[in-house]
């Protein structure tokens, strides 16, 4: 990411669409890039050196799930998905596809911005290899294996560790039930849901000061689980 002002590509056939975002990310300091359908957006992404790519699903003449698949094939640009299709389905696939996040039409121009900061500063974690993870009141080093809360060392099982590893490396940005289950217990465990269920609960009975009312875990309704570093709080429950 640019470190004086980072560069958002924004695909979307609407027109006012496109003013609302660019009027948002500037007033964030963002420099903004426009493209009107998926190859002028394919052709920005390779062309330009971009920190973000907001991309819409429904464009004329490609679904931006191609944008999503091609481009993560050579960049690990964060990529955040709009779309008024609010499936669970939907939303697996593309997070799966590699987009960093799905936000559903219509949405606020604040969750939009508090989502692209997550993914810009896990984008930054990764390129700076900082191996110290802080959400609120929890810390993760991901180097020495060690958590703590309000700084008091916080004992875990291996699983319970490896569960908030997974999700410490994707700060911010949702990951989903599959992928939890496969970096935790394996791919013979991939439809076992209730582990996850599980042991989310002894993981918020250990770090939320309500586990009825989390304020650091966080669901993602019928798709995963995430950190709440930079997450708007209707994501909150289970």
Excluded: C
Excluded at 36 to 53: H, P, S
Excluded at 132 to 144: D, E, M, P, Q, Y
């Amino acid at each position: 990411m640019n470190s004086a002002q980072p560069v958002v590509l924004i695909v979307d056939d609407e027109v006012r669409i496109r003013r609302f975002l660019r009027a948002g990310f500037e007033l964030e300091n963002f420099a903004v890039l426009e493209a009107e359908n998926a190859e002028a957006g394919l052709r920005q992404a390779t062309l330009r050196a971009v920190d973000l790519i907001v991309v819409d699903l429904a464009l004329p003449d490609l679904d931006g799930s191609v944008i999503v698949e091609r481009v993560r094939a050579w960049s690990t640009v964060p990529i955040i998905v709009l779309s008024v299709r609010s499936s669970e389905d939907e939303k697996v696939k593309l997070l799966e596809l590699g987009a960093d996040d799905y936000v559903v039409k219509p949405f606020g121009m604040a969750e939009l911005l508090a989502r692209a900061r997550a993914a810009l500063r896990r984008q930054a974690r990764g390129a700076a290899a900082n191996p110290v993870v802080s959400v609120g009141r929890l810390s993760i080093n991901l180097a020495t294996r060690g958590v703590s809360l309000d700084g008091d060392r916080l004992p875990l099982s291996p699983k319970e560790y490896r569960l908030l590893q997974v999700l410490a490396q994707h700060a911010g940005n949702v990951v989903t039930h599959q992928h939890l289950l496969k970096e935790v217990w394996g791919v013979r465990h991939m439809q076992d849901g209730h582990y996850l269920r599980i042991f989310v609960r002894k993981l918020r009975r250990k770090i939320e000061k309500d586990p009825t009312r989390p304020e650091i875990l966080l669901t993602e309704l019928g798709v995963g689980y995430r950190l709440a570093q930079g997450a708007p709080p209707q994501l909150a429950g289970e």
